[in-house]
Every structure is written in C-alpha cells, then in structure tokens.
C-alpha cells in the first residue's frame, strides 16, 4: 500500500470508518486537526471517505 510505504518513523495508518471526522481522529490518536490534513494532504477536513487510509504523525510525548 502507497500510504504503508512512505510511512514516516513512528507514524501510523488509520482507516477511516463511517462517522469519523478528522477532528475525532485527532482527539482519539493524540494529533491535531492540521497535522493529519498536512501529513495527508487534505485540503478539506470535512471530505474523507470510509475505508480511506491516513497517515497519522507520531504521538507527541505527552498526551491527554
């Protein structure tokens, strides 16, 4: 898979599912909004897809 094989060190991939938005990935994986758009390319945070695969950045060192 294209996203598995760029994958920085320490990030992750997400497959999105029916319901999620890029806000509740963020708070659920410890990202922000703007990183997972950035590292993805994502111009529209309100237009992801169901079985669509992101790339998540590495968590920072401390979390919520």
Not at 2 to 18: I, Q, S, T
Request: charged content about 25%; hydrophobic content about 35%.
């Amino acid at each position: 898979e294209a996203v598995k094989r760029y994958l920085p060190k320490g990030a992750k991939v997400y497959k999105v599912k029916k319901g999620d938005t890029v806000s509740g990935i963020a708070y659920r994986t410890c990202s922000t909004v703007h990183a997972i758009a950035k590292k993805n390319g994502i111009k529209n945070v309100n237009l992801i897809w169901p079985q669509q695969k992101l790339c998540i950045p590495k968590k920072p060192k401390y979390c919520w």
